[in-house]
């Protein structure tokens, strides 16, 4: 079983920054493409940045400048640093990873989110 564990949500002034973490934890031996996606009521999740094993990056739009995504493939983690926060970066950051795992081949796995809230 693979377990994704997100920290470093909170509530920040407009302008201010936060550093998001996601921790992969379980019986696997790889974990592939991971990054973030966000969520706010009646919506359905967006991509806000991945990354894959390899380093290639995306990013949403309206995030580019911003944020910045990074990994440490040595802890199984990922990173969002979020600068210049904005009121409609509000929502709830969800970490994901493509993991591969001997028992189960290659599967998608989410961890439960953490809250952002952007406001003064």
């Known amino acids: 079983q693979v377990q994704l564990v997100e920290s470093g949500g909170g509530l920040v002034q407009p302008g201010g920054s936060l550093r998001l973490s996601c921790a992969a934890s379980?019986?696997?031996?790889?974990?592939?493409?991971a990054g973030w996606f966000r969520q706010t009521p009646g919506n359905q999740r967006v991509l806000v940045a991945r990354m894959t094993d390899g380093g290639i990056t995306n990013y949403a739009d309206s995030v580019k400048g911003r944020f910045t995504i990074s990994r440490d493939n040595a802890k199984n983690t990922v990173n969002l640093q979020m600068n210049s926060l904005k009121p409609e970066d509000t929502a709830v950051y969800l970490c994901y990873a493509v993991v591969t795992s001997l028992l189960t081949g290659t599967g998608d796995y989410w961890g439960r989110g953490t809250q952002v809230t952007v406001s003064s």
């Open positions: 379980g019986n696997f031996f790889r974990v592939n493409d």
